[in-house]
């Protein structure tokens, strides 16, 4: 299983950046995928997921301003980052939760924010 995340880079204050993670490798049902993001010292915190079902959640720093969607003929997510602020700025990465298989992240991507 790959998971193959493009899009970051960098952006001003208040810009816009699409992210997207492409899953291959797989027959087995995403049941779900999301983006999380760590930077240096921290834990790695949820920015947004979402399930088979189209149910999503949004960590409370991001909601109203990034919203997440999939394409699930394509095994592909989106999230689309509005409102960007510097504090954004750190690595994202692409998750996705296999039914009957364990979790997988993809290799990061990295959003920069300027002022």
């Known amino acids: 299983v790959q998971l193959q995340a493009s899009g970051g880079g960098s952006v001003q204050a208040g810009g816009s950046l699409r992210l997207s993670c492409v899953v291959s490798?797989?027959?087995?049902?995403?049941?779900?995928m999301g983006w999380y993001r760590q930077s240096p010292g921290n834990e790695r915190e949820l920015v947004a997921s979402m399930s088979l079902s189209g149910s999503s959640d949004y960590g409370d720093s991001v909601k109203g301003r990034f919203a997440i969607s999939r394409d699930n003929a394509r095994n592909t997510v989106y999230l689309q980052m509005n409102g960007l602020k510097v504090e954004d700025t750190v690595v994202y990465y692409c998750?996705?939760?296999?039914?009957?298989?364990?979790?997988?992240w993809g290799q990061g991507t990295l959003v920069t924010v300027s002022s």
């Open positions: 490798g797989t027959p087995l049902s995403i049941n779900e």
């Open positions: 998750h996705a939760k296999i039914r009957f298989l364990r979790d997988f």
